[in-house]
């Protein structure tokens, strides 16, 4: 068992131990050395050109939008249609959640929901990114169960003192619920960071390009590094910065936010997530 | 009718906090299914969906009859076949084993490590793989070149691209899919253990008699999932992992109507191709369901 286990866990430890590490040597060393496993000569070289790399930068800009702005609105719209659905005098109500489960079983395909954004308006939007995935059938079903395990009494003295439910979701309700919306925030958050096929299916602009995509260009093209064309790879050869410490710099870049948000996420997914049956 | 009324005056802000999401469900995830009627138009962009020609279930006939489909069927089956015989058992073993484990700290270690990679993008996953297994900057390859022996195209080989799909998939999501048997193996009665103890059951036995069947429902639910999703492929794994020398094997129908659809504009066929797709999974997720709870579980809609 441990010598398994260990096996596994060693197994998807070291690829990421043999990147961070091996993205810190210096392109001399890089260059002169076959197989690199520990970097004698420690330099941030690739990290220099990834952080001044306008184009990287600026992904990392819309990506940083997309976590933010996307999970805020994503949160919104699925708590309160979540609250709503978990109040069972609701009329009404069955059908709505019949019409949410069902989208979780039939999925008309990619072809008509590009042609919904492009009939809507929002090719080469960055909303393109953000709208369509604002919700999903499994969060609100996920959500709606942990909203009817709060106490009704909570809701009704509220109510007693004339507020409406608006006022009971937003005053009462969310406070109570703060650690499972940060839990869902995080994995929104995650999942809008990591936007990838939809930038390449809406996002023609350069500019407005997540930073998954820009990522798989570069990881992509050994040569054309991370830099706007000709001008990035002058000054690619030029310093001699090897692409393969600038790949790996740019992974790590990459995940950093996720690895920064990970002890949190754990510690939700681990506890609640997955208790709330998926069951209507 | 005037229930309806007393309700609405009644809940009027309930329905307002719902509205935003109801508005969601209805614009991006029912919307869309308009654009099914594209599967039985001749769709022009320039005449656009009123005036596009009806040509009912041609598409879907010359779909069918397309010597692309079997191709595609092939490499859909292919993949998933796999995923379903490696894949899914991966996360039971490894919770089992998880399970086992006397030390809370490795335990914990273990899972903090195996969680990790469900976490990040495929963008991410499929670069280092490339980084680690690359013929040109895969490290693995450069130690073998070193020791003078030939370099293996891992990445780029027809004949393993299934498998490396799979063991990929296994990487990234296999320790996070042991979190949901981890949590049915917790509703186990600690007595049966006890009584298996007692019964002198070994190790191996108190598995297969106790541990296996408490988890039993919850592997036959998440089978039905995955069963629903017979004809779907992971499709931004897939898509990164695309290189020329694999294309004839990673075609798979998501990547078609991709290409078919949004890079030809064959619109109308592409959706022809999507669409069957997702009619036959909806079948095959309502067959395992029925069928699941013929040989009395419970099932999951």
């Known amino acids: 068992m441990y010598g398994l286990l260990s096996l596994f866990a060693l197994a998807t430890l070291l690829p990421f131990i043999y990147i961070v590490l091996v993205s810190f040597t210096s392109p001399s060393e890089y260059a002169r050395t076959p197989i690199l496993l520990f970097p004698r000569e420690w330099s941030t070289a690739s990290y220099d050109y990834i952080f001044r790399s306008g184009s990287f930068m600026r992904s990392m800009g819309v990506s940083g939008f997309l976590a933010i702005v996307g999970t805020a609105c994503s949160l919104l719209v699925t708590s309160t249609l979540a609250y709503g659905l978990s109040r069972s005098r609701l009329k009404g109500r069955r059908v709505i959640l019949g019409g949410i489960l069902f989208t979780m079983l039939f999925n008309p395909g990619m072809i008509p929901a590009y042609m919904i954004v492009k009939e809507y308006g929002l090719m080469n939007s960055i909303w393109s990114l953000i709208l369509p995935s604002l919700s999903s059938a499994f969060y609100v079903l996920l959500m709606k169960g942990f909203f009817q395990e709060i106490p009704a009494e909570l809701e009704e003295s509220a109510k007693m003192d004339g507020s409406s439910d608006i006022g009971v979701f937003f005053r009462i309700i969310v406070p109570v619920s ?38 798989q260009m570069m990881l992509l093209n050994a040569s054309t590094g991370v830099g706007s064309g000709a001008a990035a790879q002058a000054l690619s050869v030029e310093q001699r910065l090897p692409p393969e410490t600038l790949k790996m710099a740019a992974v790590i870049v990459s995940s950093l936010p996720i690895i920064a948000v990970y002890p949190f996420l754990q510690r939700y997914f681990v506890s609640g997530m997955m208790l709330g049956s998926v069951k209507g | 009718m005037g229930d309806w009324k007393a309700a609405i005056r009644r809940d009027k802000y309930l329905y307002l906090l719902i509205l935003p999401g109801v508005l969601y469900f209805l614009m991006f995830q029912y919307a869309p299914m308009w654009g099914i009627a594209l599967a039985f138009q001749d769709y022009s962009p320039f005449l656009g969906f009123w005036h596009s020609d009806w040509v009912g279930f041609e598409h879907f006939r010359t779909f069918i009859l397309h010597e692309d489909f079997p191709i595609l069927l092939r490499n859909t089956l292919g993949i998933n076949f796999l995923n379903l015989l490696f894949f899914f058992p991966a996360p039971i073993a490894l919770a089992i084993m998880l399970n086992e484990l006397r030390s809370v700290k490795f335990k914990r270690f273990v899972q903090t490590t195996i969680y990790l990679p469900h976490f990040m993008s495929w963008v991410v996953i499929v670069g ?92 036959i639910v ?11 492929v992971g499709f931004e794994q897939v898509y990164l992992m695309t290189s020329a020398p694999v294309a004839s094997v990673a075609d798979v129908f998501d990547t078609y109507a991709y290409r078919v659809g949004v890079q030809q504009g064959n619109f109308s066929f592409a959706t ?16 395992a369901d029925r069928m699941a709870k013929k040989f009395g579980e419970e099932g999951v809609y």
């Not at chain 1, 839990?183 to 998954?212: H, S």
């Not at chain 2, 130690?143 to 003078?148: A, H, P, R």
Request: proline share 3%; glycine share 12%; charged share 15%.
């Open chain 1, 178 to 215: 703060i650690p499972a919306i940060a839990a869902f925030g995080l994995f929104y958050g995650v999942g809008f960071w990591n936007t990838f096929f939809a930038g390449v299916m809406y996002i023609t602009d350069d500019a407005k390009r997540p930073l998954q995509v820009v990522l």
């Open chain 2, 128 to 219: 280092i793989c490339y980084l680690i297994l690359g013929q040109g900057e895969g490290i693995i390859n450069k130690i073998i070149s070193d020791y003078g022996g030939d370099k293996v195209d891992f990445l780029t080989n027809a004949n393993r691209f299934w498998t490396m799909l799979t063991a990929q998939s296994i990487w990234k999501d296999a320790g996070y899919g042991t979190i949901i048997f981890l949590a049915a193996l917790t509703g186990i009665n600690p007595e049966l253990y006890e009584a298996g103890q007692i019964d002198g059951a070994n190790r191996w036995q108190k598995i297969r008699y106790i541990t296996i069947p408490g988890i039993k429902s919850t592997i």
């Open chain 2, 222 to 232: 998440l089978l039905i999932l995955r069963l629903g999703s017979l004809l779907s």
């Open chain 2, 272 to 287: 022809a191709a999507g669409l069957f797709k997702s009619v036959v999974g909806l079948v095959l997720v309502i067959g």
